[in-house]
């Protein structure tokens, strides 16, 4: 074989090699792009899930808010009943 065909040869096997390298880093690229996907799916339900307990957070802060203010308003009455009952004793 002449040097010339010998050197389009050579290249020609490099190239494939190239080729089969660049096949395999897009197939590896793909792969990481679905478990990507997979992974941001996740994360959008754990925000929904995030967004529902910051709701719930929120609504029993108020009860306890109102729960605090109701027992706050009968220690009120009860000390005022004491102290009633104390002013008449």
Same mark, same amino acid.
């Given at each position: ?5 010998e ?20 197939e590896? /690229?793909?792969? =990481?792009?679905?478990? +990507?996907? @997979?992974?941001?799916? %996740?994360?959008?339900? $754990?925000?929904a899930? &995030? ?5 719930d957070?929120?609504? /029993?802060?108020? =009860?306890?808010?109102? +729960?605090? @203010?109701?027992?706050? %308003?009968?220690?009120? $009455?009860?000390?005022q &009943? ?8």
């Amino acid at each position: 074989m002449d040097p010339e065909r010998e050197d389009t040869a050579r290249w020609l096997e490099e190239g494939r090699e190239l080729l089969g390298m660049l096949h395999d880093e897009v197939e590896h /690229l793909a792969q =990481e792009n679905e478990r +990507l996907r @997979a992974e941001l799916g %996740r994360l959008d339900e $754990l925000q929904a899930v &995030i967004a529902r307990v910051n709701r719930d957070n929120d609504r /029993l802060r108020t =009860e306890r808010d109102e +729960l605090l @203010a109701a027992f706050r %308003r009968m220690a009120d $009455l009860v000390e005022q &009943i004491r102290h009633s009952r104390g002013a008449r004793g």
